[in-house]
C-alpha cells in the first residue's frame, strides 16, 4: 500500500526558497508512475503545480510556478523521495502543498499530472510567504 509524507513545508519572506520532500513508502515501480504536488490556498480550489513521470523522464509545471519550481525524484533505501524546490516564492504562493501518487503512465502524468486526479495523498504541509 502506498503511502505519502509530505515535510519541509515553513514561512519564508517574498523572493525566498524552500524545498519540499514527499516520502513514498509501498513504491513500485507498477504502483507509482507519477507523482505530483498540488496546493490549496484558503478559500481556494486546489491546484496542481508540478509533477513528475517516476519510470523515466517528464517533469510537468503549472504556468503559475514555471521557471521557479523544480519537481526532482530520487530513490534511497528502498524509498522514492519526490522534491519540489520552489525559489523566488511569492505571497501568492501561500497554500497547504500536498503530494499525489498515481498508477497511470506517462501520458497521463504529461496529460493531467498538473491536476488533481491522484489516487493516494499525502497530509499536506504548510508553506507561507509574508510579503
Known amino acids: 500500500q502506498v503511502q505519502l509524507m509530505e515535510s519541509g513545508g515553513g514561512s519564508v519572506q517574498a523572493g525566498g526558497s524552500l524545498r519540499l520532500s514527499c516520502a513514498v513508502s509501498g513504491y513500485t515501480s507498477y504502483s507509482v508512475n507519477c507523482m505530483g504536488w498540488i496546493r490549496q490556498a484558503p478559500g481556494k480550489e486546489r491546484e496542481g503545480v508540478a509533477a513528475?513521470?517516476?519510470?523515466?523522464?517528464?517533469?510537468?509545471?503549472s504556468d503559475s510556478v514555471k521557471g521557479r519550481f523544480t519537481i526532482s525524484r530520487d530513490n534511497a533505501n528502498n524509498t522514492l523521495y519526490v522534491y519540489l524546490q520552489m525559489n523566488s516564492l511569492k505571497p501568492e504562493d501561500t497554500a497547504v502543498y500536498y503530494c499525489a501518487a498515481s498508477n497511470l503512465g506517462r501520458l497521463w502524468c504529461s496529460t493531467y499530472g498538473t491536476k488533481t486526479r491522484y489516487d493516494v495523498w499525502g497530509q499536506g504541509t504548510q508553506v507561507t510567504v509574508s510579503s
Open positions: 513528475i513521470y517516476t519510470n523515466g523522464d517528464g517533469t510537468y509545471y
